[in-house]
Protein backbone atom coordinates (compact mmCIF):
# COMPACT_ATOMS: atom_id res chain seq x y z
CA UNK A 1 0.00 0.00 0.00
CA UNK A 2 0.78 3.22 -0.71
CA UNK A 3 3.78 4.65 1.89
CA UNK A 4 2.23 6.70 4.56
CA UNK A 5 -0.83 5.21 4.87
CA UNK A 6 -0.76 3.17 7.82
CA UNK A 7 -0.61 0.05 6.72
CA UNK A 8 3.13 -0.61 7.88
CA UNK A 9 2.11 -0.63 11.66
CA UNK A 10 -1.00 -2.92 10.52
CA UNK A 11 1.09 -5.00 8.66
CA UNK A 12 3.94 -5.21 11.22
CA UNK A 13 1.04 -6.32 13.87
CA UNK A 14 -0.29 -9.26 11.25
CA UNK A 15 3.43 -10.05 11.32
CA UNK A 16 3.38 -10.34 15.01
CA UNK A 17 -0.14 -12.00 14.82
CA UNK A 18 1.02 -14.82 12.24
CA UNK A 19 4.16 -16.26 14.80
CA UNK A 20 1.58 -17.24 16.87
CA UNK A 21 1.01 -21.22 16.57
CA UNK A 22 -2.02 -22.61 14.43
CA UNK A 23 -2.18 -19.05 13.05
CA UNK A 24 -0.65 -18.35 9.41
CA UNK A 25 -0.02 -15.30 7.49
CA UNK A 26 -3.76 -14.96 6.04
CA UNK A 27 -5.94 -16.13 8.98
CA UNK A 28 -3.43 -13.80 10.98
CA UNK A 29 -4.48 -11.22 8.50
CA UNK A 30 -8.30 -12.22 8.81
CA UNK A 31 -7.57 -12.17 12.64
CA UNK A 32 -6.41 -8.31 12.73
CA UNK A 33 -9.28 -7.54 10.45
CA UNK A 34 -11.77 -8.66 12.84
CA UNK A 35 -9.86 -6.50 15.33
CA UNK A 36 -9.73 -3.74 13.58
CA UNK A 37 -14.04 -4.11 13.12
CA UNK A 38 -14.09 -3.97 16.84
CA UNK A 39 -11.29 -2.05 18.47
CA UNK A 40 -13.21 -0.78 21.59
CA UNK A 41 -15.02 -3.88 22.33
CA UNK A 42 -12.45 -6.39 21.81
CA UNK A 43 -9.07 -5.33 20.41
CA UNK A 44 -8.10 -3.03 23.34
CA UNK A 45 -9.30 -5.30 25.61
CA UNK A 46 -6.85 -8.12 24.52
CA UNK A 47 -4.67 -5.83 24.46
CA UNK A 48 -4.60 -4.77 27.72
CA UNK A 49 -5.01 -8.45 28.79
CA UNK A 50 -1.94 -9.24 27.29
CA UNK A 51 -0.10 -6.46 28.96
CA UNK A 52 -1.12 -7.16 31.99
CA UNK A 53 -0.58 -11.22 31.92
CA UNK A 54 2.60 -10.57 29.97
CA UNK A 55 3.60 -7.90 32.81
CA UNK A 56 2.44 -9.87 36.01
CA UNK A 57 2.88 -13.92 35.08
CA UNK A 58 5.91 -15.66 36.50
CA UNK A 59 7.39 -18.55 36.42
CA UNK A 60 7.19 -20.60 39.69
CA UNK A 61 10.37 -20.73 41.39
CA UNK A 62 9.15 -24.14 42.72
CA UNK A 63 7.35 -26.36 40.04
CA UNK A 64 8.20 -24.41 37.52
CA UNK A 65 4.23 -23.26 36.83
CA UNK A 66 3.23 -20.03 35.28
CA UNK A 67 1.22 -18.22 37.32
CA UNK A 68 -0.44 -14.81 37.76
CA UNK A 69 -0.83 -12.14 40.60
CA UNK A 70 1.88 -14.28 42.26
CA UNK A 71 4.77 -12.24 44.81
CA UNK A 72 7.97 -11.95 42.54
CA UNK A 73 9.81 -15.22 43.93
CA UNK A 74 7.22 -16.69 45.81
CA UNK A 75 5.79 -20.23 45.14
CA UNK A 76 2.71 -20.38 43.26
CA UNK A 77 -0.99 -20.86 44.48
CA UNK A 78 -0.47 -24.86 43.82
CA UNK A 79 2.92 -25.46 45.53
CA UNK A 80 0.86 -22.97 48.96
CA UNK A 81 -2.69 -24.25 48.94
CA UNK A 82 -3.09 -26.29 51.78
CA UNK A 83 -5.93 -28.14 50.48
CA UNK A 84 -3.45 -29.92 48.35
CA UNK A 85 -1.06 -33.22 49.41
CA UNK A 86 2.25 -32.59 49.85
CA UNK A 87 3.43 -36.52 49.67
CA UNK A 88 2.77 -36.44 46.01
CA UNK A 89 3.97 -34.99 42.90
CA UNK A 90 2.85 -34.89 39.64
CA UNK A 91 5.49 -34.62 36.84
CA UNK A 92 4.99 -33.09 33.83
CA UNK A 93 7.26 -32.48 30.33
CA UNK A 94 5.05 -28.91 30.08
CA UNK A 95 2.78 -26.02 31.53
CA UNK A 96 0.30 -27.15 28.81
CA UNK A 97 0.41 -30.77 30.54
CA UNK A 98 -0.12 -28.99 33.98
CA UNK A 99 -3.12 -27.43 32.53
CA UNK A 100 -4.37 -30.73 31.04
CA UNK A 101 -3.74 -32.70 34.49
CA UNK A 102 -5.83 -29.57 36.27
CA UNK A 103 -8.71 -30.06 33.56
CA UNK A 104 -9.22 -33.32 34.47
CA UNK A 105 -9.34 -32.10 38.52
CA UNK A 106 -8.64 -35.65 39.48
CA UNK A 107 -4.57 -34.89 41.28
CA UNK A 108 -5.01 -32.99 44.37
CA UNK A 109 -1.10 -32.94 45.03
CA UNK A 110 1.46 -30.96 44.15
CA UNK A 111 3.69 -30.40 40.47
CA UNK A 112 6.81 -30.51 38.92
CA UNK A 113 7.09 -28.85 35.82
CA UNK A 114 10.59 -30.11 33.53
CA UNK A 115 9.70 -27.69 30.44
CA UNK A 116 10.83 -30.53 27.85
CA UNK A 117 12.57 -34.11 28.27
CA UNK A 118 16.06 -35.54 27.75
CA UNK A 119 18.00 -34.98 24.75
CA UNK A 120 21.51 -35.73 23.68
CA UNK A 121 20.94 -34.45 20.24
CA UNK A 122 19.53 -30.93 22.00
CA UNK A 123 21.74 -30.68 24.92
CA UNK A 124 18.86 -31.11 26.95
CA UNK A 125 20.45 -32.89 30.17
CA UNK A 126 18.73 -33.62 33.86
CA UNK A 127 20.01 -29.95 35.28
CA UNK A 128 18.30 -28.30 32.18
CA UNK A 129 14.82 -30.46 33.54
CA UNK A 130 14.97 -29.50 36.54
CA UNK A 131 15.68 -32.37 37.65
CA UNK A 132 18.04 -32.24 40.59
CA UNK A 133 15.64 -30.19 42.19
CA UNK A 134 12.93 -32.44 41.84
CA UNK A 135 15.41 -35.03 43.62
CA UNK A 136 15.59 -32.12 46.35
CA UNK A 137 12.00 -32.41 46.81
CA UNK A 138 11.17 -35.22 47.11
CA UNK A 139 13.49 -35.59 49.93
CA UNK A 140 12.72 -32.10 51.57
CA UNK A 141 8.76 -32.43 51.20
CA UNK A 142 8.74 -35.72 52.05
CA UNK A 143 7.50 -36.93 48.79
CA UNK A 144 5.82 -40.40 49.41
CA UNK A 145 4.69 -41.05 45.77
CA UNK A 146 5.72 -39.33 42.60
CA UNK A 147 3.56 -39.77 39.31
CA UNK A 148 4.82 -39.70 36.19
CA UNK A 149 2.56 -37.77 33.55
CA UNK A 150 5.05 -37.32 30.70
CA UNK A 151 4.11 -37.55 27.10
CA UNK A 152 3.65 -41.24 25.59
CA UNK A 153 6.12 -40.30 23.02
CA UNK A 154 9.95 -42.23 22.82
CA UNK A 155 10.99 -38.91 24.28
CA UNK A 156 8.70 -38.91 27.26
CA UNK A 157 9.12 -42.33 28.19
CA UNK A 158 13.11 -41.83 27.99
CA UNK A 159 13.04 -38.98 30.59
CA UNK A 160 10.31 -41.24 32.56
CA UNK A 161 12.72 -43.79 33.02
CA UNK A 162 15.68 -41.52 33.60
CA UNK A 163 13.52 -40.01 36.75
CA UNK A 164 12.64 -43.55 37.94
CA UNK A 165 16.35 -44.71 37.99
CA UNK A 166 17.45 -41.37 39.85
CA UNK A 167 14.51 -41.77 42.55
CA UNK A 168 15.34 -45.59 43.72
CA UNK A 169 16.68 -45.71 47.20
CA UNK A 170 14.31 -42.55 47.65
CA UNK A 171 11.93 -44.48 49.27
CA UNK A 172 9.18 -42.81 46.88
CA UNK A 173 7.52 -44.82 45.14
CA UNK A 174 7.25 -43.77 40.85
CA UNK A 175 4.25 -44.37 39.33
CA UNK A 176 2.75 -43.18 35.89
CA UNK A 177 -0.25 -42.70 33.85
CA UNK A 178 -1.06 -45.99 32.35
CA UNK A 179 -4.35 -46.63 31.19
CA UNK A 180 -6.30 -44.49 28.66
CA UNK A 181 -3.14 -42.51 27.03
CA UNK A 182 -2.79 -44.21 23.72
CA UNK A 183 0.81 -44.86 22.13
CA UNK A 184 2.55 -41.55 20.44
CA UNK A 185 -0.63 -39.48 22.29
CA UNK A 186 0.24 -36.07 23.88
CA UNK A 187 -1.24 -35.61 26.96
CA UNK A 188 -2.26 -32.23 25.83
CA UNK A 189 -4.73 -33.57 23.29
CA UNK A 190 -6.41 -36.14 25.59
CA UNK A 191 -10.18 -35.21 26.38
CA UNK A 192 -10.50 -34.47 30.33
CA UNK A 193 -11.98 -37.58 31.30
CA UNK A 194 -9.44 -39.94 29.77
CA UNK A 195 -6.65 -38.30 31.76
CA UNK A 196 -8.17 -39.06 34.88
CA UNK A 197 -9.15 -42.51 33.98
CA UNK A 198 -5.50 -43.30 33.33
CA UNK A 199 -4.23 -41.57 36.93
CA UNK A 200 -6.75 -43.53 38.85
CA UNK A 201 -4.99 -46.86 36.88
CA UNK A 202 -1.81 -45.74 37.40
CA UNK A 203 0.49 -48.63 37.97
CA UNK A 204 4.03 -48.67 39.59
CA UNK A 205 7.19 -48.27 37.13
CA UNK B 1 -7.21 -24.58 38.81
CA UNK B 2 -7.21 -23.21 42.87
CA UNK B 3 -8.34 -20.13 43.32
CA UNK B 4 -6.35 -17.48 43.55
CA UNK B 5 -3.71 -19.28 41.08
CA UNK B 6 -4.23 -16.66 38.82
CA UNK B 7 -5.29 -18.73 36.30
CA UNK B 8 -8.24 -16.69 35.88
CA UNK B 9 -6.76 -13.99 34.29
CA UNK B 10 -5.07 -16.64 31.65
CA UNK B 11 -7.69 -18.42 31.56
CA UNK B 12 -9.79 -14.89 30.22
CA UNK B 13 -7.13 -13.87 28.22
CA UNK B 14 -7.63 -17.57 26.50
CA UNK B 15 -11.60 -16.88 25.81
CA UNK B 16 -10.54 -13.86 24.70
CA UNK B 17 -8.25 -15.16 21.98
CA UNK B 18 -10.70 -17.77 21.23
CA UNK B 19 -13.04 -15.05 20.09
CA UNK B 20 -10.80 -14.50 16.97
CA UNK B 21 -11.42 -16.08 13.84
CA UNK B 22 -9.65 -19.55 13.32
CA UNK B 23 -8.60 -19.94 16.47
CA UNK B 24 -10.75 -22.57 18.68
CA UNK B 25 -10.20 -22.86 22.51
CA UNK B 26 -7.63 -25.30 22.32
CA UNK B 27 -5.84 -23.48 19.92
CA UNK B 28 -6.17 -20.07 21.62
CA UNK B 29 -4.80 -22.13 24.75
CA UNK B 30 -1.56 -23.07 22.68
CA UNK B 31 -1.43 -19.22 21.69
CA UNK B 32 -1.59 -18.04 24.86
CA UNK B 33 1.04 -20.73 26.56
CA UNK B 34 3.47 -20.00 23.38
CA UNK B 35 3.08 -16.33 24.47
CA UNK B 36 3.19 -17.04 28.41
CA UNK B 37 6.87 -18.30 27.27
CA UNK B 38 8.15 -15.31 25.78
CA UNK B 39 6.64 -12.93 27.89
CA UNK B 40 9.37 -10.05 27.08
CA UNK B 41 10.00 -10.89 23.27
CA UNK B 42 6.51 -11.27 22.34
CA UNK B 43 3.87 -11.06 24.08
CA UNK B 44 4.62 -7.42 25.71
CA UNK B 45 5.56 -6.43 21.87
CA UNK B 46 2.34 -7.78 20.91
CA UNK B 47 0.16 -6.19 23.21
CA UNK B 48 1.44 -2.40 22.85
CA UNK B 49 0.88 -2.98 19.19
CA UNK B 50 -2.49 -4.30 19.52
CA UNK B 51 -2.86 -1.21 21.54
CA UNK B 52 -1.17 0.99 19.76
CA UNK B 53 -3.49 0.25 16.15
CA UNK B 54 -6.90 -0.20 18.85
CA UNK B 55 -6.05 3.57 19.84
CA UNK B 56 -4.96 5.10 16.65
CA UNK B 57 -6.98 3.11 13.77
CA UNK B 58 -9.75 5.16 11.79
CA UNK B 59 -12.44 4.22 9.61
CA UNK B 60 -12.02 6.66 6.41
CA UNK B 61 -14.71 9.11 6.05
CA UNK B 62 -14.32 8.67 2.22
CA UNK B 63 -13.61 5.37 1.47
CA UNK B 64 -14.32 3.03 4.50
CA UNK B 65 -10.35 1.96 4.90
CA UNK B 66 -9.10 1.55 7.85
CA UNK B 67 -5.79 3.15 8.58
CA UNK B 68 -3.69 4.05 10.80
CA UNK B 69 -1.62 7.35 11.69
CA UNK B 70 -4.39 9.42 9.84
CA UNK B 71 -5.91 12.65 11.57
CA UNK B 72 -8.97 11.96 13.02
CA UNK B 73 -11.71 12.90 10.73
CA UNK B 74 -9.43 13.11 7.57
CA UNK B 75 -9.24 10.86 4.74
CA UNK B 76 -7.01 8.35 4.71
CA UNK B 77 -3.61 8.32 2.98
CA UNK B 78 -5.08 6.28 -0.41
CA UNK B 79 -7.48 8.98 -0.46
CA UNK B 80 -5.67 11.80 -0.77
CA UNK B 81 -2.06 10.34 -2.25
CA UNK B 82 -1.84 12.63 -5.42
CA UNK B 83 0.00 9.98 -6.98
CA UNK B 84 -3.33 7.83 -7.42
CA UNK B 85 -5.78 8.79 -10.21
CA UNK B 86 -9.03 10.41 -8.89
CA UNK B 87 -11.13 9.40 -12.19
CA UNK B 88 -11.08 5.08 -11.06
CA UNK B 89 -13.02 4.21 -8.06
CA UNK B 90 -12.55 0.63 -7.50
CA UNK B 91 -15.99 -0.69 -4.85
CA UNK B 92 -14.94 -3.94 -2.80
CA UNK B 93 -17.23 -5.38 -0.39
CA UNK B 94 -14.70 -5.10 2.49
CA UNK B 95 -11.16 -3.72 3.85
CA UNK B 96 -9.44 -7.19 3.26
CA UNK B 97 -10.64 -6.93 -0.06
CA UNK B 98 -9.04 -3.71 -0.63
CA UNK B 99 -5.88 -5.10 1.14
CA UNK B 100 -6.11 -7.87 -1.62
CA UNK B 101 -6.25 -5.17 -4.24
CA UNK B 102 -3.92 -3.77 -2.91
CA UNK B 103 -1.10 -6.50 -2.35
CA UNK B 104 -2.04 -7.26 -6.30
CA UNK B 105 -0.63 -3.76 -6.85
CA UNK B 106 -2.28 -3.29 -10.41
CA UNK B 107 -4.47 -0.80 -9.09
CA UNK B 108 -3.60 2.51 -9.05
CA UNK B 109 -7.04 4.32 -8.22
CA UNK B 110 -9.18 5.25 -5.13
CA UNK B 111 -11.17 3.02 -3.42
CA UNK B 112 -14.96 2.64 -1.98
CA UNK B 113 -15.44 0.24 0.90
CA UNK B 114 -19.16 -1.02 0.69
CA UNK B 115 -18.48 -3.09 3.95
CA UNK B 116 -21.04 -5.96 3.42
CA UNK B 117 -23.72 -6.84 -0.05
CA UNK B 118 -26.89 -6.09 -0.05
CA UNK B 119 -29.57 -8.54 2.34
CA UNK B 120 -33.39 -8.33 2.61
CA UNK B 121 -32.80 -10.98 5.47
CA UNK B 122 -30.18 -8.68 7.54
CA UNK B 123 -31.99 -5.49 6.57
CA UNK B 124 -28.86 -3.83 4.75
CA UNK B 125 -30.06 -2.22 1.93
CA UNK B 126 -28.24 0.82 -0.09
CA UNK B 127 -27.77 3.14 2.54
CA UNK B 128 -26.00 1.12 5.19
CA UNK B 129 -23.28 0.07 2.07
CA UNK B 130 -22.61 3.84 1.99
CA UNK B 131 -23.57 3.48 -2.10
CA UNK B 132 -25.32 7.41 -1.91
CA UNK B 133 -22.42 8.33 -0.71
CA UNK B 134 -20.45 6.20 -3.95
CA UNK B 135 -22.66 7.96 -6.22
CA UNK B 136 -22.13 11.79 -4.92
CA UNK B 137 -18.24 10.59 -5.16
CA UNK B 138 -18.73 9.72 -8.89
CA UNK B 139 -20.04 12.96 -9.48
CA UNK B 140 -18.07 15.33 -7.33
CA UNK B 141 -14.85 13.37 -8.32
CA UNK B 142 -15.49 13.32 -11.89
CA UNK B 143 -14.84 9.50 -11.78
CA UNK B 144 -14.76 8.16 -15.68
CA UNK B 145 -14.70 4.64 -14.27
CA UNK B 146 -15.71 2.77 -11.51
CA UNK B 147 -14.87 -0.70 -10.97
CA UNK B 148 -16.95 -3.36 -9.37
CA UNK B 149 -14.55 -5.82 -7.73
CA UNK B 150 -16.97 -7.39 -5.39
CA UNK B 151 -16.85 -11.17 -4.64
CA UNK B 152 -18.51 -13.75 -6.98
CA UNK B 153 -21.00 -14.75 -4.89
CA UNK B 154 -24.93 -14.24 -5.71
CA UNK B 155 -25.02 -11.33 -3.07
CA UNK B 156 -21.53 -9.63 -4.40
CA UNK B 157 -23.37 -10.02 -8.03
CA UNK B 158 -26.65 -8.94 -6.89
CA UNK B 159 -24.96 -5.55 -5.38
CA UNK B 160 -22.86 -4.83 -8.41
CA UNK B 161 -26.09 -5.14 -10.71
CA UNK B 162 -27.41 -3.08 -8.07
CA UNK B 163 -24.40 -0.54 -7.94
CA UNK B 164 -24.44 -0.43 -11.84
CA UNK B 165 -28.28 0.29 -12.56
CA UNK B 166 -27.73 3.10 -9.55
CA UNK B 167 -24.75 4.63 -11.91
CA UNK B 168 -26.51 4.80 -15.69
CA UNK B 169 -26.92 8.09 -16.37
CA UNK B 170 -24.06 9.67 -14.43
CA UNK B 171 -21.49 9.50 -16.94
CA UNK B 172 -19.06 7.15 -15.40
CA UNK B 173 -18.84 3.44 -17.03
CA UNK B 174 -19.04 0.51 -14.99
CA UNK B 175 -16.85 -2.34 -15.12
CA UNK B 176 -16.10 -5.64 -12.86
CA UNK B 177 -13.24 -7.80 -12.64
CA UNK B 178 -14.09 -10.44 -15.03
CA UNK B 179 -11.01 -13.11 -16.32
CA UNK B 180 -9.86 -15.76 -13.55
CA UNK B 181 -12.22 -14.89 -10.80
CA UNK B 182 -13.92 -18.12 -9.96
CA UNK B 183 -17.55 -18.82 -9.69
CA UNK B 184 -18.44 -18.96 -5.87
CA UNK B 185 -14.63 -17.46 -5.20
CA UNK B 186 -14.23 -15.07 -2.38
CA UNK B 187 -11.56 -12.07 -3.95
CA UNK B 188 -9.08 -12.43 -0.10
CA UNK B 189 -8.84 -16.34 -1.38
CA UNK B 190 -7.04 -15.71 -4.83
CA UNK B 191 -3.29 -15.56 -4.99
CA UNK B 192 -2.07 -11.66 -5.75
CA UNK B 193 -1.48 -12.70 -9.68
CA UNK B 194 -4.76 -13.75 -10.45
CA UNK B 195 -6.48 -10.67 -9.07
CA UNK B 196 -4.11 -8.68 -11.38
CA UNK B 197 -5.28 -10.43 -13.97
CA UNK B 198 -8.96 -10.12 -13.32
CA UNK B 199 -8.01 -6.36 -13.27
CA UNK B 200 -6.58 -6.24 -16.84
CA UNK B 201 -9.30 -7.88 -18.23
CA UNK B 202 -11.80 -6.65 -17.05
CA UNK B 203 -15.37 -5.93 -18.96
CA UNK B 204 -18.54 -3.33 -19.51
CA UNK B 205 -21.12 -4.63 -17.69
ZN1 LIG C 1 4.46 -23.74 41.93
ZN1 LIG D 1 -9.89 6.64 2.27
Not at 83 to 97: H, K, L, M, P, S
Not at 158 to 171: D, K, M, Q, R, V
Request: net charge negative; proline share 5%; with cysteine.
Amino acid sequence: MAPGAGRDEIEALIVQMARLPGLGPRSARRAVLHLLRRREGQMAPLAAALAHVAETARDCPLCGNIAVGVTPGAPCALCTDPARATGEICVVEDVADLWAMERGGAFKGRYHVLGGTLSALDAIGPEELGIPRLLDRVASEQVREVILALNATVEGQTTAHYIAEALEGSGASVTSLAQGVPIGGELDYLDDGTISAALRARRAL
